[in-house]
């Protein structure tokens, strides 16, 4: 006699299953800025103290001995090689703060998202409001750096209100990386890890400091698909008052980057409420 096997119908939907997203994620979103608006000045001077740091001492410092680089073909200063690549480092380490120990704050130590999500508002749109947030906290300081950069006359490239999107993109992709590091956490020591083991390399290995050029064949070849390479890419250039020579191709590789990391970022936040 064939045995049967009834289906589980006590499972709950899988947690793979497509992002379930609305209009209530901008209520979210609203919370966190009038919380932050309280906290707004010594959040941008501890958001674009240390870059700017790095700038001066880096780039008028070691600016001074390097004198130009060629890049592209181009002679250009060194300070203004820096500012094109630490500017794209800023926003992605301004989201990567922002999704990781403050998100984890209100998920786990607040209980934020336990009251908001005893109201209409469902996972998924806390998550993609977590993401949005970041990617603001990012633009922000990155605006506030760029601010500085115009004004010591670093770069006057008109191109560079086309950057400023794309730094909107550096800031969602590099925000839904850190999601799936705050999904993962069992406390605020697991995020250094993160800035150790992933951002950290990523930051040299991607032009930010020296041209990739100069990376061994192997290194060189790895460096080309990491997130922060390809943000470089596609700002650097206009800083230098140029278009990138591959956009599509840089512009596709964030792109691809951000929806992965998002939708497995949401995929194991959901998997974290379940259990």
Known sequence: MRSTTLPDRTAGPSI?????????????FLRHLRVWRKLAVPSLVGNIAEPLM??????YGMGALVGELTVNGQKVPYIL?????????SAMNAASFE???????RMEVQKTWDGILNTPVGLDNIVLAEMLWAAFKALFSATAILGVMLALGISHSPKLWVAWPVLLG???MFSSIALIFNALAKSYDFFTYY??????PMMFLSGVFFPREQ?????????????????????RPMFM??????????????????LLAFWLALALTRRRFAR
């Open 99 to 105: 999704a990781l120990y403050s998100a984890y704050s």
């Open 54 to 59: 790095w700038l001066v001492a880096f780039g």
């Open 215 to 235: 990376l061994p064949p192997l290194v060189r070849a790895v460096s080309d698909w990491l997130p922060l390479t390809n943000a470089i890419e596609l700002v």
């Open 170 to 172: 550096v800031g969602v």
């Open 16 to 28: 793979w299953r497509p992002p379930g997203l609305s209009g209530r994620w901008w209520p979210v």
């Open 195 to 200: 800035f150790t083991l992933v951002l950290t």
């Open 241 to 258: 008052d140029q278009w990138p020579a591959q956009p599509l191709r840089h512009a596709l590789v964030l792109a691809v980057t951000t």
């Open 81 to 89: 090689f820096l500012a094109s690549g630490s500017i794209c480092m």
